[in-house]
């Protein structure tokens, strides 16, 4: 039976998303450019160079990350295109080169140790050298509007006492520079400017202010200083059982902030943990009007970034680069929030990379949050690419207070345990017109709680806090190249608090010529209190 209402809101709810589709990655650009500039995003002496990779782009030498994992490397390219040049550090020839998202369908070309392809504008890339680890390329637009490193209404952090690439605590700079940046932005028609130089600094908590601009320039790092005493603990999580700091948090009732430019928020998770603490990297708290933009958070020691009981915020260009071998290490968790847009980016971890919570209110992690629960309502994750061994992209596990309008869209699974899911796990809210559109589900190669497998949607009561519905679940355009090994999931908790109404249109399954028609092509075994599923060609 389908279901006239919810197939007419998903037509009035998707028609632009629609249309962008094809625009997720330019790579798919019918006409290319002559080469384009590229500026490489400089390593610090915080970091090490990979021992497997070296990386060319139109001939010029960018800089590769090696971290835990996998590799990574960042730079910037004008109009035009780019010829991606990979070498293998220790000679040996390439035979196979894997390139997410598979959708471009590169064809690369080998000569001896070196793998070449070329892209046509910028985006986010997965390569693996036959069965090496894996680099991760981040190829984003050239900056077209960098501050001047000193003037009216900007605040150099060097200029106020902090010291580059030195082993001294800089916090007290840079919180000056942005107490000064926030009452000149208050007191201006501009916000006051931030500036961070190239350079690591040790940096212990900070908070952002009012209407400010922090520019971290190209290679610029923060990094935790691996001491516990020098941090306001801000919450206990027992699953961890493990204090946690909000690193950088923005200033309770704030608005009119932003983060830019292409520097790194590096949380030392591993450090941290081992001294008896973990942290939020970045957590903008009952705040609005908040835009962060091209920056990367990496190795946070619990979930890095958490907009909190916030509204009209932008995530833009955000890599999140997080440890395979530390749980619950979230990317962003969008909790509590309204008018949230993530877009554009790449997020690796052990744990969700991308996901909406709501949590009760005062208990371990929520103890401290400002006012009253909120919904989360009207979130959009666009043009993504996930890595996990957990879900790919995910409502859930908290859903205590309602979720409504959340969208994943033109985005791309490279590897997960579940490719996409609601897991109402926690909490009596409903889980309202969620939707999955354009997704491509590459892999299926780990195991979570048993589950390895496309797709789940469950309901449960883990947390005896209730066990509230789904309804309205919208997914469309999807193509799943690798299943999994375990039968997807559509399962409610009770006739009450049941999976109402799922819509499924045009999924592409493995094995299947057209679009899948059935519960059976679908991999969906055994649904169960799940009502109203309708199966679209």
Request: with cysteine; charged share 15%.
């Amino acid at each position: 039976m389908q279901h006239p209402t919810l197939i007419r809101r998903l037509a009035t709810a998707t028609t632009a998303i629609l249309l962008a589709a094809g625009l997720a990655f330019t790579g798919s650009s019918a006409a290319h450019a002559a080469g384009a500039t590229i500026t490489p995003v400089p390593l610090t002496t915080a970091h090490s160079a990979s021992s497997v990779y070296t990386l060319q782009v139109n001939g010029v030498s960018v800089p590769v990350n090696g971290y835990s994992g996998y590799d990574y490397a960042e730079f910037m390219m004008g109009s035009g295109d780019a010829e991606i040049a990979i070498t293998k550090s220790n000679g040996t020839n390439v035979g196979a080169t894997y390139i997410t998202p598979m959708k471009m369908g590169y064809t690369p070309a080998h000569s001896g140790s070196t793998s070449r392809f070329t892209i046509h504008g910028p985006q986010y890339l997965i390569v693996k050298l036959d069965t090496g680890r894996r680099l991760v390329i981040s190829a984003e637009p050239s900056e077209t509007d960098a501050p001047a490193a000193s003037g009216t209404g900007i605040f150099n952090i060097t200029h106020l006492g902090a010291i580059p690439n030195d082993s001294g605590h800089d916090t007290a700079a840079i919180q000056q520079a942005i107490d000064s940046a926030s009452a000149h932005g208050t007191a201006n028609a501009n916000r006051g400017i931030v500036y961070v130089p190239f350079g690591f600094y040790e940096v212990g908590n900070i908070e952002l202010r009012s209407n400010i601009d922090v520019y971290f320039a190209p290679g610029a790092v923060f990094r935790v200083i691996p001491d516990k005493s020098l941090y306001t603990m801000d919450a206990h999580k027992s699953s961890q059982n493990r204090d946690l700091t909000w690193w950088i948090q923005t200033e309770f009732h704030s608005s009119n902030i932003t983060l830019r430019g292409h520097g790194t928020l590096d949380g030392r998770g591993r450090a941290a943990t081992t001294a008896g603490f973990g942290m939020n990297i970045l957590a903008p708290i009952a705040t609005s009007n908040f835009l962060l933009d091209g920056l990367t958070i990496r190795e946070a020691a619990s979930w890095a970034v958490i907009p909190v009981r916030s509204d009209h915020l932008e995530f833009q260009n955000m890599k999140l680069f997080n440890r395979f071998d530390m749980g619950e290490n979230d990317g962003i968790d969008v909790i509590e929030s309204q008018n949230v847009l993530v877009q554009d980016g790449v997020g690796i971890g052990l744990d969700d990379p991308y996901t909406t919570k709501s949590w009760p209110k005062q208990v371990g992690i929520t103890t401290n949050w400002p006012g009253e629960p909120e919904e989360v309502r009207d979130v959009r994750f666009d043009r993504l690419i996930s890595w996990t061994y957990c879900y790919g992209f995910k409502v859930g596990q908290g859903v205590v207070s309602d979720h409504s309008n959340i969208r994943f869209t033109n985005s791309v699974v490279h590897d997960a345990s579940i490719g996409i899911g609601i897991h109402h796990k926690s909490g009596s809210g409903t889980a309202d017109d969620v939707g999955f559109y354009n997704i491509d589900i590459e892999r299926i190669t780990t195991s979570n709680d048993g589950n390895r497998t496309w797709l789940l949607l469950e309901i449960n009561d883990a947390y005896n806090d209730g066990a509230g519905p789904i309804t309205n679940t919208l997914i469309r355009s999807i193509n799943v190249r690798n299943a999994g090994t375990t039968p997807a999931i559509v399962q409610g908790f009770s006739t009450a608090s049941a999976v109402q109404n799922v819509l499924f249109e045009k999924i592409r399954m493995p094995g299947v010529s057209g679009y899948a028609s059935t519960l059976a092509e679908l991999k969906i075994t055994a649904p169960s209190f799940a009502t109203g599923i309708t199966i679209l060609p």
